[in-house]
């Protein structure tokens, strides 16, 4: 018994022993790993991330996949670029919006004319990304740095970076709706079981839009915090951040299949991934080793195999134990 | 239209692309009554059922409830305007806790966010309704099939319905449960809540219900007072002929010569596996049906399972035709002459979307191909040989095994096992969820197997098929063999004395 315990607990917390190791061999190997500029930089730029991430967790949760996540948020970037002269709010209100628009049709593919996630998403992700690269003129579109609308992405408040703020908002949002409302459970019923769902009287055809609206919404948010980093909107930003996203949720002990997953968890492995990004950086300045950005690759997708393959056995001898 | 009517449903018509499922049906049920809907296996008991619930939508027919014309468009609305179900397979989520399952849809709520404490008091609350204690917090996938069931019925209970719709509700509960069950449906019922009680066991719907409904073919055919209607009437009208009841037998195994039988092909001495089987003697001879009784949990599956090497036994010794026997897994067993039809056709069984000569084939793959290629004459063959022997009623091999009867379903598997030419066939619950002609029909078709010297293994909650069918009962208790019988020495009181008291000192 103690050991399934065992087992359990580190089954869920995994994520955050490997998190906390990482940082820990960071802080001993490199100097100012651990300082106040490396951790800024880390949050600031890992927000946007984070956001992706949550937003493909509750999609996953419900058994399915979003693959328009990078373009959407290349899309949004570009959005908020364009309406940046008019003030942050007026470049919030145009990344998020058409993120939230993809969203919505992804929602009406999959649940009014059911179209497997997957096939849906990634029509979407080949439209959304033709669609900025039209807006811009096939260009980076320059941000208005009078407005303000930088400081979404380059700003700091109390002395924390505002992309940071934002996400850590909406991973506390994220955390309560799953937890603490019917619609955050509903969610990981659909995913359990969509049939056993449907037959106790949930909504989950409204579940689902919600969950695909939300990740739209969340992408296009993660395109105004990169329009506003970087100054400019960019339509070939956002490759593979679908597949970051995955990753991250995946790492985080979320089943790719439905039904089980967290949003702590989540954040633990969007932190994990990036972190690990990091130091492989610091590792390229010591000067021992020249690690091009392909071994990079390599690297941290073998670093994502070890991890789920530790999860997988981890769960497989808990199910068997009990 | 009296009083005293809860439900009418009158001239319901459905069709499913073209093909009619309900014809004219009607459906009455009272205030505070336990009402009993039979009929066969397609029937349209769970299209009616499902056009209630709003699941599907009725083509033509009136319905109303409480008074008032009821139209609804999903469980969701069925289950709000006061009517909620239980369906045969449980429909829970497996990954959520046991306070989810139970309280999903009707969400306690404080400051607007879930109150956790509250919802897993009250789904603590319910389940002590049926004398269960169970850590709410854990999923339901932990929890036992029994268990699981009692969640299910906990969640539609506590809905507040007016009308409780059970679907079966007993095919995975052990005699006690079922006594916690009905002494729910009675408070409901002294609760004024009515009860439409689906089951294919006639011996419960005398124990608790009213009155009866009988469908036949998407008809409404009967309605009746059920102390007004015996056994018998009640099948004939079911199954719209007169039956003949062979012998006084309530099933088709009729009696078999002892003399018949051969020298012992399989032994097993002192299995022992965990807690549930915990020491398990048994034999079986050529051309003998050996049966297993016991309550659920008493480890009969579980041993079944040891033999076939589908879990690994911790201790004990097995022998097949006289030499040792130690498989390592199902596919020696397989090889060694074992066939095994689960209990759970949907999850063990088969694989719906294939066609019924791919189910039967599965097993025989290994042999029939040809250096990694299915010779398919040769598996037509085969499959149209069973098809005809065990008369499955299906379009063609090609139909999707999905599309047929429970009855036909657990056929193409018998098939499955038949074709691999086994010595021993291990059959667990081979007629569960079966209607009544189909079974009668698997019944016989088991008895002729092992009239040509098939050695089979029979578990069955069933007293009566365990006690009709079987040569010889060993009665399994808390994990060990707690009694061996003849079938001479097998009567009911014997053998449910054995399951429920037999003594666990003197086992062996």
Not at chain 2, 29 to 51: D, F, M
Not at chain 2, 180 to 188: G, Y
Not at chain 2, 442 to 463: F, H, N, P, R
Request: net charge neutral; aromatic share 6%; glycine share 12%.
């Amino acid at each position: 018994m103690t050991r399934i315990r065992l087992a359990r607990m580190v089954g869920s917390y995994g994520v955050v022993i490997a998190l906390a190791l990482l940082i820990l061999f960071g802080y001993l190997r490199y100097e100012n790993f651990l300082g106040l500029f490396n951790i800024m930089s880390v949050l600031r730029y890992n927000s946007m991330f984070a956001l992706v991430a949550l937003g493909m967790c509750f999609v996953i949760m419900t058994g399915g996949i979003d693959l328009s996540v990078g373009t959407v948020a290349a899309l949004g970037s570009v959005a908020a670029a364009y309406a940046s002269p008019y003030g942050p709010i007026a470049g919030l209100a145009a990344g998020v919006g058409i993120g939230l628009v993809v969203g919505a049709i992804n929602a009406l593919m999959i649940t009014r004319m059911h179209i497997m996630p997957f096939i849906a998403t990634l029509a979407s992700m080949l439209a959304a990304s033709g669609t900025a690269l039209l807006l811009a003129n096939n260009r980076s579109v320059p941000v208005s740095y009078q407005s303000g609308f930088t400081e979404l992405g380059q700003g700091n408040l109390i002395g924390l970076p505002i992309p940071a703020i934002i996400a850590a908002i909406a991973f506390i949002l994220g955390w309560l709706v799953l937890n603490y409302t019917a619609t955050g459970r509903g969610v990981l019923a659909v995913g359990g079981s969509e049939e056993s769902a449907k037959l106790m009287g949930l909504p989950a055809d409204r579940i689902k839009t919600l969950a695909y609206v939300a990740s739209g919404g969340l992408a296009g948010l993660a395109g105004v915090i990169l329009a506003a980093q970087f100054g400019a909107g960019q339509p070939i930003e956002g490759v593979g951040w679908e597949l970051f996203a995955i990753a991250s949720v995946v790492v985080g002990g979320t089943l790719l299949t439905g039904g089980v997953g967290s949003v702590g968890a989540t954040l633990a492995g969007v932190l994990l991934l990036g972190i690990l990004f990091t130091v492989l950086n610091f590792e390229n300045g010591l000067g021992w080793i020249s690690l091009s950005a392909y071994w990079q690759s390599v690297i941290r997708g073998a670093f994502l195999l070890v991890v789920v393959i530790l999860q997988a056995r981890l769960i497989a001898g808990e199910t068997t134990r009990t | 239209m009296g009083e005293d009517l809860l439900l009418a449903m009158a001239s319901v018509d459905k069709r499913f692309a073209g093909i009619p499922a309900l014809i004219g049906a009607s459906f009455e049920v009272r205030r505070g009554e336990v009402h009993a809907l039979i009929g066969q296996n397609g029937a349209g008991k769970s299209t009616l059922i499902k056009v209630l619930t709003g699941y599907h939508k009725k083509d033509a027919g009136s319905v109303s409830f409480d008074g008032k014309p009821f139209e609804v468009a999903s469980p969701q609305q069925a289950q709000a305007s006061g009517i909620s179900t239980i369906y045969q397979e449980i429909n829970l989520v497996p990954y959520r806790s046991i306070t989810e399952n139970i309280c999903l849809g009707r969400e306690k709520r404080r400051f607007g966010l879930l109150d956790w404490g509250a919802m897993h008091a009250e789904a603590e609350r319910l389940l002590a309704r049926f004398n269960i204690k169970a850590d709410v917090r854990r999923p339901v996938m932990e929890f036992s099939t029994a268990t699981q069931q009692m969640v299910a019925i906990a969640r539609a209970i506590g809905f507040d319905a007016k009308l409780v719709i059970m679907d079966e509700p007993t095919s995975s509960l052990d005699e006690r449960e079922v006594g916690v069950l009905f002494d729910v449906i009675r408070q409901l019922k002294a609760e004024g809540v009515s009860v439409v009680f689906v089951s294919h066991k006639l011996d419960e719907l005398y124990a608790v219900c009213d009155r009866v409904t009988i469908m036949r073919d998407g008809r409404t055919v009967r309605v009746a007072e059920i102390s007004g209607i015996g056994k018998l009437d009640l099948v004939s009208s079911m199954l719209g002929r007169e039956i003949a009841r062979v012998e006084g037998h309530a099933t088709a195994f009729t009696d078999r010569d002892p003399a018949k039988l051969g020298e012992t092909l399989f032994a097993a001495e002192h299995l022992s596996a965990g807690s549930a089987v915990r020491d398990v003697s048994f034999s079986i001879r050529r051309g003998e049906i050996t049966g297993f009784a016991g309550l659920l949990g008493a480890g009969r599956t579980e041993t079944a399972r040891l033999a076939f090497a589908a879990d690994k036994r911790s201790g004990g010794s097995m022998t097949l035709g006289g030499v040792p026997y130690d498989p390592a897994s199902p596919i020696d067993a397989i090889a060694a002459g074992l066939g095994f039809c689960t209990e759970d056709r949907k999850a063990e069984g088969i694989v719906p979307n294939m066609s019924v000569a791919e189910n039967m084939m599965l097993a025989l793959m290994p042999k029939l191909a040809k250096s990694g290629i299915i010779d398919e004459p040769r598996q037509r063959q085969i499959v149209e040989k069973f098809i005809k022997a065990l008369s499955i009623k299906c379009s063609g091999p090609n139909q999707k095994i999905r599309e047929l009867s429970g009855g036909n379903q657990q056929k193409v598997l018998l098939g499955r096992w038949l074709a691999t030419e086994p010595r021993l066939l291990i059959l667990d619950e081979p007629t569960r969820g079966i209607d009544v002609g189909a079974k009668g029909e698997i019944q016989a078709l088991i008895k002729s197997l092992a009239d040509d010297g098939l050695a089979v293994l029979m578990i069955s909650s069933e007293l009566e098929e365990v006690i009709e069918g079987a040569d010889r009962v060993f009665v399994l208790r808390e994990g060990l063999t707690v009694s061996e019988m003849s079938r001479a020495e097998a009567s009911e009181d014997a053998v449910m004395a054995a399951m429920a008291e037999g003594n666990l000192e003197v086992a062996r």
